[in-house]
Each structure stands twice: as structure tokens, then as C-alpha cells.
């Protein structure tokens, strides 16, 4: 019954749930609060096929109790170094009902001395007691044994340390956004046709137009099969600053940005993993200032109390909105070229593709958008940013209401990175051609803004 005494409305009698376990077994797909599912493939593991259909079974059987994906990964991992554990005894069991005390108690030795092998103990235990086949005798009695409860081990930054954390967060942070303002500058000069053509800053502008349309810089295939920087010497080296992130932030600068927005809102990763876009609506009157408003989601809040509105203002250099300005113009070319399709609706530093929800790290990039750098990396050409590290980047772009959308060419528009067209730094196809497609006002009123 709800709050204003109405009794809710409920199912059909012939009502059935699905059930979490596909039909051969073997695959267990769980459904989070927002009913989007993930499926575990138990055929994966190294035991035999009876224990993975075990397995699969007590697993099932937790999907009343996980509400995330994040709980039933979790779970799945800790499963997976059991599994592995078993595959390491000298005689394999069939199945579940296969194992002996001897067993588990080598098991709980392996495990119990680390905080992390104690969790993985209290995960597996309370999943297999789930089995009835284990419900009785000595192996039931050793999977009810109590696992002590980790010793905390972390220890909180006094307020010396974290003067300390920010200040070094903040200056990598700064560095990285003032170089990708810089090169973003001159991109944009070179898009207006505001640079001598064959000059040398053309010449930059043309390779970091390639940059922003592919995430990476132009290279020429080798004899050998591996792909070299074309004109590194003009972009002045081949690591990432002097490449690609000329316009995107590296995994450790996106690391210091979410340093500085976890101190500055108390945000943590989950509201990262969620968060939408700022938006910045217009102000009667007001010229200087600008006020987004953040929405927050935060799940562990209860329910009926997940999502709030903040709204954070841009008044000065010292002002919190000014972090959310700086993220939003550091993260820009990232959120453009993950956009879909590669192309994005952009008129300011705080209005792009509406509903879109897409990170500011060039390696969190859609494959669709780029070609791979070598055969053994990953279709983002780097290996992918670590996962705390993507959900703090992930500034959506937000949606305005007093702007009129701006198309920029699709990457597909243009030429992989691998097909120069035998000129020195200079990459076959239309899309090089600068104000091809472009509107030059887009990353101007990007960064003219404070």
C-alpha cells in the first residue's frame, strides 16, 4: 500500500518471473535495477561441465539479492578463483558433491590470510551452502566455519597529506588543460584559414585536425608491417603529450581531475558511472557568471532519494564552477569524437549533443571512430584507461537550450590513419581540407568562455 493508501497494482495470477539460468545450464544472465541484463558464461570456467552447471545454479540463486552489476561481477570473480582452484587439485571432481573437507580446508588456508582471500571465502562459502547437496556432513561443516572479518588496513589522509594530494592533483590537472587549450587554439585557427598554408603551425594544425577527427596522429605504414609517427619532428616527439594528447587528457590527468571533483562536490565513482551532463540554461541578466546544474544520482542513498540537482556557479577563479568549466573544455574533443558516429553538436564549452553520454578520454573512444595503432593493442589504440579512471572522466555533453546544434564531418569522412597519401604529414582525402565541414565558432565560443 502506498503512502496515500493505495493499494498497488499487481501482476497478473499467471504471472512468472524469468529465470536467471539459460536453458543449457550454463549461462546466468542478471538483471540490475534498471533492467539491463549481463550475462555470465559458466562454460568458461576450467572444470568440468557438471560443476559449471552447479555452479551456474547457485549463482542463479543469488539474483534476488544483487541489484547491480557491480555485486554480481563481483561474486563472478571471486567464483572464477574457486573454479581455478579446483582445477588445480591433483584429482579433479565431476561435480560439486565431489569435493571433501581435505579439500575446502586447503582452500580456506590458501585464502585466509589476506583480507582479500577472506572476502573471497565469505562469497564462495555462502553461494555454495545455497547447494542442497551440501547441506549435510563434513564439507558442510567446514563451508560453515566463520571466516574472521578482513582488518582494516587503510588509513585516512591527515589534513597535511591531502593540501599535499590536491596541490600536486591541480597542477598536473592545470598543465593538461592548458595544453589542450593551446593546441585547441591553433586547431581552431587552422579550421578558420587563419594560417599560412605550408607554414609550420598549418602544417601542426592540419596534423591535430586528424587528431580530432581520429584520436590519434597520422602514421605511415612501415615496410615491417608497424606504423611510425609521420613528421614527428614537428609534433616534437612520439609520446602521448606530443601526439594525441595534444587535445585529450591522459589516463593520470584524468585521474588528478577526479581527485580535484571528489575534494571540491564529494562526488564518488558510482556518481561518476552515472552522472549526466552540466547544463547551463540562460540567466535574466546575467552576463558574467554561469551556473550549471549537475544531476546527481546516488544510489546507496535509498530509495525515493537517488537523484538530486545541484547547481554549481562559475563566478571567478576561485569559485567551484570554474572546475566544471575547465572539465568540460579539457574533456571536449574527447566527448566530441565519442559521440555518435564521431560527429557531436558543439556551440560552447557547455552545449553539445544532447543525451549523449560518452567520456573525455581519448582512450574510452569508440572503435567505430578509430583504426587500430598495431594489430596486438586495443581498437582504441592504447590500452583502455583503468576503471576508476573512466568513470570519473565521464562528462557527458551537456544539452543547452539557447543554442542551435553545429554539425562537424563524420570521421568516416576521412582516411585511416595508415593511408597517407605520400606527402609529408598529410593524409589523403577531403576531410583534411581545412572549414571543410567545419563552423569555425564552435571551439572559439568553447574557449572564449572564461
Known amino acids: 500500500m502506498s503512502r496515500r493508501g493505495r493499494r498497488a497494482v499487481l501482476p497478473p495470477t499467471d504471472f512468472t518471473t524469468e529465470s536467471p539460468l539459460a536453458a543449457n545450464g550454463l549461462v546466468v544472465t542478471i538483471v540490475n535495477k534498471a533492467g539491463h541484463g549481463k550475462d555470465f558464461a559458466f562454460s568458461d570456467l576450467p572444470v568440468p561441465e557438471a560443476m559449471q552447471r552447479s555452479l551456474a545454479t547457485v549463482f542463479a540463486a543469488q539474483q534476488a539479492k544483487w541489484t547491480s552489476h557491480y555485486s554480481a561481477t563481483a561474486a563472478w570473480n571471486r567464483l572464477k578463483v574457486f573454479a581455478n582452484f579446483v582445477s588445480s587439485l591433483e584429482t ?10 581435505a579439500a575446502l580446508k586447503r582452500w580456506r588456508l590458501q585464502n585466509i590470510s589476506t583480507n582479500t582471500g577472506r572476502t573471497t571465502l565469505r562469497v564462495v562459502h555462502r553461494m555454495l551452502r545455497d547447494d542442497p547437496r551440501l547441506s549435510e556432513g563434513p564439507v558442510a561443516e567446514e563451508l560453515a566455519r566463520r571466516v574472521p572479518s578482513p582488518k582494516p588496513v587503510r ?9 599535499h594530494v590536491l596541490l600536486a592533483a591541480g597542477r598536473q590537472f592545470r598543465a593538461a588543460w592548458l595544453r589542450i587549450r593551446e593546441n585547441s587554439e ?13 607554414s609550420r603551425d598549418w602544417r601542426l594544425g592540419e596534423a591535430l585536425d586528424h587528431v580530432a577527427r581520429v584520436g590519434d596522429v597520422p602514421r605511415t605504414q612501415l615496410p615491417s608491417g608497424r606504423q611510425a609517427i609521420t613528421n614527428r619532428g614537428l609534433l616534437g616527439g612520439r609520446d602521448s603529450e606530443h601526439t594525441w594528447g595534444r587535445l585529450f587528457l591522459t589516463p593520470s590527468e584524468l585521474t588528478a581531475l577526479a581527485v580535484l571533483l571528489t575534494d571540491r562536490f564529494g562526488w564518488n565513482l558510482s556518481v561518476y558511472d552515472r552522472i549526466p551532463a552540466p547544463t547551463r540554461d540562460p540567466s535574466v541578466a546575467e552576463t558574467t557568471n554561469v551556473t550549471y546544474q549537475v544531476q546527481v544520482e546516488k544510489r546507496r542513498a535509498g530509495n525515493g532519494r537517488w ?4 547547481n554549481i556557479t562559475d563566478s571567478g577563479a576561485d569559485s567551484p564552477g570554474r572546475l566544471i568549466t575547465q572539465a568540460l573544455q579539457a574533456t571536449l574533443h574527447g566527448r566530441l569524437l565519442a559521440g555518435p558516429g564521431g560527429s557531436a553538436a558543439v556551440a560552447d564549452s557547455s552545449s553539445a549533443s544532447p543525451g549523449t553520454r560518452a567520456t573525455g578520454s581519448r582512450t574510452s573512444a569508440t572503435a567505430a571512430t578509430r583504426a587500430p595503432r598495431r594489430p596486438a593493442q586495443s581498437a582504441a589504440g592504447s590500452a583502455p584507461a583503468p576503471a576508476a579512471i573512466s568513470r570519473a572522466s565521464r562528462f557527458a555533453p551537456p544539452a543547452t537550450s539557447d543554442t542551435a546544434p553545429v554539425s562537424r564531418a563524420p570521421a568516416a569522412a576521412g582516411p585511416s590513419p595508415s593511408t597517407p597519401d605520400g606527402r609529408s604529414g598529410r593524409s589523403a582525402g577531403p576531410a583534411t581540407q581545412p572549414c571543410s565541414g567545419h563552423q569555425p565558432s564552435a571551439l572559439a565560443a568553447a574557449w572564449s568562455s572564461h
Open 92 to 101: 579433479l571432481p565431476d561435480d560439486l558433491t565431489g569435493l571433501d573437507a
Open 155 to 163: 588509513k585516512s589522509y591527515d589534513e597535511e597529506e591531502r593540501e
Open 186 to 198: 591553433l586547431l581552431e585557427r587552422w579550421r578558420a584559414g587563419a594560417l599560412d598554408e605550408g
Open 307 to 310: 537523484f538530486s540537482t545541484e
